[in-house]
């Protein structure tokens, strides 16, 4: 599969929705609407790439839906040079929007399918990610810390401990917490390490499952 004009001219229409849907944020929508998001897809799906809907990849996950990255994404405030830890890699999708901000991204996936995937997927496209790597998000990437800002990508049922104490003093983890759906949190831990959360509406992930696969 290859990237072009009618590719590009799908994403500035998938950039048009998102900015009547809300997001506003210009660097976001510039980077959605630079990344080929079908080419991280499988090609049955080439021309849903550009809808804003999640979509299943394989093992029975999902590409997050393009609003759901864009939100997510604008609660991080990424800053360029921001050290970022993503939980539940994916399609590469997120981790790619998050490296096309100028964030240091590290990104750990617990099904061994996609993240092999992922890796030479996001590699065709030439992003160049700091890390991604097999493991269980619940652990962390303890190998790296501290984090500027974490992301989870998946329903967790609460926030794991591991990752609250993996951020830096003034960094910021976003995370859809719940079971049949979600409310989509911002921790912030100040510079004395104080943790305040608040909530920022619902949404729907695959669930964050224990271990690896
Ligand atoms: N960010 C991805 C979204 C993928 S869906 C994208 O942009 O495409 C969520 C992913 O989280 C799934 O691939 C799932 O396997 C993974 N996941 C679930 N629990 C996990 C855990 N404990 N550790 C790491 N990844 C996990």
Same mark, same amino acid.
């Given at each position: #599969?290859?990237?072009?004009?009618?590719?590009? @001219?799908? &994403?500035? =229409?998938?950039?048009?929705?998102?900015?009547?849907? @809300?997001?506003?944020?210009?660097?976001?929508?510039?980077?959605?609407?630079?990344?080929? &998001?079908?080419? +991280? +897809?499988?090609?049955?799906?080439?021309?849903?790439?550009?809808?804003?809907?999640?979509?299943?990849?394989?093992?029975? =996950?999902?590409?997050?839906?393009?609003?759901?990255?864009?939100? =997510?994404? #604008?609660?991080?405030?990424?800053?360029?040079?921001?050290?970022?830890?993503?939980? @539940?890699?994916?399609?590469?999708?997120?981790?790619?929007?998050?490296?096309? +901000?100028?964030?240091?991204?590290?990104?750990?996936?617990?099904?061994?399918?996609?993240?092999?995937?992922?890796?030479?997927?996001?590699?065709?496209?030439?992003? &160049?990610?700091?890390?991604?790597?097999?493991?269980?998000?619940?652990?962390?990437?303890?190998?790296?810390?501290?984090?500027?800002?974490?992301? /989870?990508?998946?329903?967790?049922?609460? /926030?794991?401990?591991?990752?609250?104490?993996? +951020?830096?003093?003034?960094? &910021?983890? /976003?995370?859809?917490? @719940?079971?049949? #759906?979600?409310?989509?949190?911002?921790?912030?831990?100040?510079?004395?390490?104080?943790?305040?959360?608040?909530?920022?509406?619902?949404? #729907?992930? /695959?669930?964050?499952?224990?271990?690896?696969?």
């Amino acid at each position: #599969m290859r990237d072009t004009p009618k590719h590009q @001219g799908l &994403r500035n =229409q998938l950039v048009q929705i998102l900015i009547s849907k @809300g997001i506003k944020d210009q660097n976001i929508l510039t980077a959605i609407a630079k990344i080929p &998001r079908h080419l +991280l +897809l499988e090609s049955a799906f080439e021309f849903h790439a550009y809808q804003d809907k999640a979509f299943p990849i394989a093992a029975g =996950q999902t590409i997050s839906q393009p609003y759901t990255v864009a939100f =997510q994404t #604008m609660l991080l405030q990424i800053q360029p040079g921001d050290k970022v830890l993503e939980i @539940g890699t994916g399609s590469g999708y997120q981790a790619a929007v998050l490296h096309s +901000l100028g964030a240091n991204v590290y990104t750990i996936e617990r099904i061994k399918e996609l993240y092999l995937k992922a890796k030479q997927n996001l590699e065709k496209i030439g992003v &160049r990610l700091k890390y991604a790597g097999y493991g269980d998000g619940y652990k962390g990437l303890p190998l790296y810390a501290p984090y500027d800002k974490i992301i /989870v990508t998946a329903a967790a049922p609460y /926030v794991p401990q591991a990752l609250i104490e993996q +951020l830096k003093p003034g960094g &910021r983890i /976003v995370i859809p917490v @719940g079971d049949d #759906m979600q409310e989509m949190k911002l921790i912030i831990k100040d510079n004395n390490g104080q943790i305040t959360e608040s909530s920022h509406g619902a949404f #729907m992930f /695959v669930p964050m499952l224990q271990n690896k696969e």
